[in-house]
Structure formats: structure tokens, C-alpha cells
């Protein structure tokens, strides 16, 4: 009996969406995935700016923190905001004490008259934000940040984006960090990727996918139940399966617990193991936050017997490459006070320009 773990590992966040809470009412219908992407995230995306991208990933960062998270991989979009933007992420993870892999998922959708599409027929040339988007990938991992080559979807690329991205993240010797069939609108996804896919892509959701592609599949149970887009079926799947939240927080106990109660919805016959094991996958990518010391209320942190069907555990306090950071509610590196009075006027200004 324990209750020391290691760092979490969140495997597919969205840092900015931390502001998105209480934003203000869609104008438009959200009934369907892509009426969702159109009339929320697609609408912050382009709202974005580097102050909101700063305290949104700071308060993100200490929200994982206080989680027992430790490191994150992180996929971000801001068309308006492309130079620069990962940097700033990083910075905002490093002064809370969080760990990050960043990339910038580039996409066609915006074409070069400043139109925004719904899909993007395979056969578009790169548009210039797309080709701004890899630019900015190239530079931050060229300048030593830690990242991937991020793609939205191949639904809203076209094959010369997509094509360019798998080449540059190989020329770089990392991964693709891309959404994969999330939603039905993606359902071509693996027919476009399967030539170019390679072992070390990150595929996320992979809820339609229809065939086997080369990569790790992130699964993301609570935004696929909350966007209603299916369920991923993880276990039958032969690829690595990683854990994620796709934005909604970066408490991986929680997740995990979701992911198991979901899993026995579609197969009584598995058990907590499973589930355990893929968030133990998601050190591949973080194999030091091992070293990390987080310490809970609970005391059977090593038994996922347990831990799956305890609610109540909290997390008291977190050392990262043996420094504490975080000790019963207190941020060792910055004020959380301040990070949370910073982020609510960083939303404020975001939902004024969600309503002009």
C-alpha cells in the first residue's frame, strides 16, 4: 500500500480551452460534431491571441499540476496568433513547473481570402495559414522546444498539407500529432493517412477509423461521450492506446476512472488493468515524469483495483526532478491566485470577441 505515484501524463490536451468555460451561448445549433467545431471551438480558435494563449496554458498547467499532472502533449490552433504561439505555451507550462510537448495543428479550412470551410477537398493546395502552421512547428522544435508537427484532420486538409507535415515531422524526427476520425465527418481520414502514417504519430480519437494505421491511437472517452461521436472501441485495437482528455481538464484519475466505467459498458469482461495500462503507455512520450513524486489522500495509489472505484482521492502535494511545486493548494512557482484573476480577463476579453 501506497499513496505515492509518479507524474501523470495527460497524452492529448487543448490548453486554451480553459477559457471556453462559461463562455457565452453558440449562436448557431450545436447538434452534430461539425456544427460543434463550426460554432465553438473553430470560432475561440480564431478569437485567440498570445495573452490569452499565455494565461489559458498557465492555468491549464497549474490545473494538471494540481492533478498530480506533470506533463503534457499538447495540440493547439489560433489562425490568427500562429507565430510565436508555442513558444508562449511553452514559457507558461515551464513557469508553473509542467512539462510540455506543443504543436500547432495546421489546416486548410481557412483559405487564403480569409474564408473559413467546413471540409477541404483533398486535392487544395496548401493554403498560407497551413503553411505558416508548419513554420511555426519547424522553428519552435528548431529553437529546442520540445514538440510534433500538429495536424487538425484530413478533413480539413488537403493532401499537400498533409503530405508536407508527415515529411517535415520526419525530416525532424518526430511524430504527427493529428485528430483521426474523430467524428463521421473524418470517416476518409484512414484511407488519406495510411500511405504516410508512421510508428511514432499520435492518432487521436480514432472512433471511425477504418483500418489499421501505423501510431499510437490517444483515446479521449469523456469529449467523444460529450461531442456524442461514438465510442473508439480502444480494446480491440492492436495499436499502442494512450490516454487523453482532448481539452477537459488534465485529471488523468478521472479520466481513467470514466475510460474504465466506459470500457465495461462495451465489455463487461475487461477489467481496471487495461485501462491502467494505457495510462502507463503515455510515458513513452514523458519516461522522466516516472521520477516525479506526486502524493495523494489515498493509499492504495499502486492498485488500479482500487483506484478505479475510488472517487474521493485528492492530491497533496507534487515534486518534479525534485523540486515541490505544489503543496495542498499552494503553487510553489507562481500565484494561483493570480494565474486564475489573469485567465478571467484573458476569457472576458475572448467572449467579447465571441459576441461582436
Not at 25 to 41: C, Q
Not at 159 to 177: F, I, K, M, N, R
Request: glycine share 8%.
Amino acid at each position: 500500500m501506497t499513496n505515492i505515484t509518479p507524474g501523470m501524463v495527460c497524452a492529448h490536451h487543448h490548453l486554451y480551452s480553459s477559457l471556453a468555460r462559461g463562455m457565452p451561448a453558440p449562436r448557431g445549433k450545436t447538434d452534430s460534431f461539425i456544427s460543434i467545431l463550426e460554432n465553438i471551438w473553430w470560432r475561440i480558435d480564431a478569437a485567440l491571441d498570445l495573452d490569452m494563449i499565455y494565461w489559458s496554458a498557465a492555468l491549464g498547467a497549474a490545473e494538471a499540476l494540481s492533478s498530480g499532472t506533470t506533463c503534457i502533449i499538447d495540440h493547439h490552433e489560433s489562425p490568427h496568433a500562429i507565430e510565436g504561439s508555442l513558444a508562449t505555451i511553452a514559457k507558461a507550462c515551464r513557469d508553473v513547473g509542467v512539462r510540455v510537448n506543443a504543436s500547432y495543428g495546421v489546416t486548410d479550412r481557412w483559405d487564403n481570402a480569409g474564408n473559413i470551410h467546413s471540409s477541404v477537398d483533398a486535392s487544395t493546395k496548401m493554403t498560407s495559414g497551413a503553411r505558416r502552421g508548419l513554420d511555426e512547428g519547424l522553428a519552435f522544435i528548431k529553437s529546442g522546444g520540445r514538440g510534433m508537427i500538429g495536424v487538425h484532420a484530413a478533413f480539413t486538409c488537403g493532401d499537400e498539407t498533409l503530405h508536407e507535415a508527415a515529411s517535415l515531422a520526419e525530416s525532424l524526427g518526430v511524430g504527427v500529432h493529428v485528430h483521426v476520425a474523430e467524428g463521421l465527418d473524418d470517416v476518409d481520414a484512414g484511407s488519406r493517412l495510411e500511405r504516410i502514417a508512421k510508428e511514432n504519430w499520435l492518432l487521436i480519437h480514432a472512433v471511425h477509423l477504418d483500418r489499421q494505421l501505423l501510431g499510437s491511437i490517444v483515446h479521449n472517452p469523456r469529449s467523444n461521450m460529450n461531442n456524442s461521436v461514438g465510442y473508439a472501441k480502444p480494446s480491440t485495437r492492436t495499436n499502442n492506446i494512450l490516454l487523453g482528455t482532448d481539452g477537459i481538464g488534465a485529471n488523468m484519475m478521472e479520466e481513467a476512472r470514466l475510460a474504465y466505467v466506459r470500457l465495461r459498458e462495451f465489455d463487461v469482461s475487461q477489467d481496471p488493468t487495461v485501462v491502467d495500462q494505457w495510462l502507463q503507455n503515455n510515458y513513452q512520450y514523458f519516461p522522466e515524469a516516472k521520477n516525479d513524486k506526486v502524493t495523494w489522500s489515498y493509499y492504495n495509489m499502486s492498485s488500479p483495483w482500487h483506484t478505479a472505484f475510488t472517487t474521493d482521492m485528492h492530491v497533496l502535494s507534487v515534486e518534479v526532478d525534485g523540486e515541490k511545486l505544489y503543496e495542498e493548494g499552494k503553487f510553489m512557482r507562481m500565484d494561483i491566485q493570480e494565474i486564475r484573476a489573469k485567465a478571467n480577463e484573458q476569457a472576458q476579453r475572448l467572449f467579447e470577441r465571441l459576441e461582436s
